[in-house]
């Protein structure tokens, strides 16, 4: 196991639902993350928390709103979501942010939206 | 500026043969180069990783080529294995952003008994 546990691991939600998605982390580590990874595409870095604090957003809808209570857990709270939000969602953990290195990630949550 | 492009898109070997993935990038501030490995229902996790000011590095089976010149780097997989099943995504990063990766679009690597 990475140290980095997402749950729940499947998620099936119609469009005017709300959900959330959980992400812990065992590692220590001060630096958490969302990825978005959909089929034949690049991962795409979502929200980026550094101590809590987030750092980066990258013009991600705000149907996703995400919450970091503190360093070991994150949340990714869902409403309204859209059919082409259908994808795996990671959650990925590092030291820093700010250096270049390894990042630790969750199994993912398999998301449909219908 | 910030993509890195990835290819083939899947790749099928024989055992025993030889995996080669490709990736190329146009910000030339790049200079942290890591390969992810991701195995169905799990999420990617670092494989081998190289900087500009080597060439080559190479860990057990894995070896990454590195061209500075012509921006672009590769991913050998030496007596590939169906344990080497997996889809693999090279990725990049600079200084300035630290862990943030750009990613490539992934290959599906099949390795046939």
């Known amino acids: 196991e990475t140290g980095v546990t997402q749950t729940p691991r499947h998620l099936v939600m119609g469009m005017t639902n709300k959900k959330s998605l959980k992400c812990e982390q065992h590692?220590?580590?001060?630096?958490m993350y969302w990825y978005k990874q959909s089929a034949k595409k690049p991962l795409e870095l979502m929200f980026v928390?550094?101590?809590?604090?987030?750092?980066e957003n990258n013009s991600v809808p705000s149907r996703f709103s995400p919450e970091c209570p503190n360093s070991s857990h994150l949340f990714l709270h869902l409403h309204t979501l859209q059919p082409e939000d259908s994808a795996l969602y990671l959650c990925?953990?590092?030291?820093?942010?700010?250096?270049?290195?390894?990042?630790?990630f969750g199994s993912g949550t398999q998301l449909s939206v219908l | 500026q910030q993509q890195v492009k990835q290819s083939p898109q899947s790749l099928i070997v024989q055992k025993g043969g030889i995996s080669i993935i490709n990736c190329a990038y146009e910000?030339?501030?790049?200079?942290?180069f890591p390969w992810y490995q991701q195995f169905p229902g799990k999420g990617p996790a670092l494989l081998i990783a190289?900087?500009?000011?080597?060439s080559e590095k190479k860990e057990g089976r894995f070896t990454i080529s590195f061209n500075k010149s012509a921006k672009q780097f590769s991913l050998h997989i030496m007596d590939s294995q169906p344990g080497d099943s997996a889809t693999y995504f090279c990725?990049?990063?600079?200084?300035?952003?630290?862990?943030?990766?750009?990613f490539g679009e992934g290959t599906q690597l099949t390795v046939n008994p």
């Open positions: 990925a953990s590092s030291p820093d942010p700010l250096r270049r290195e390894k990042l630790f």
């Open positions: 990725a990049a990063t600079q200084e300035t952003s630290g862990s943030r990766l750009t």
């Open positions: 190289i900087r500009p000011d080597v």
């Open positions: 928390y550094n101590f809590k604090e987030q750092t």
């Open positions: 590692l220590g580590h001060n630096a």
């Open positions: 910000n030339t501030a790049f200079d942290y």
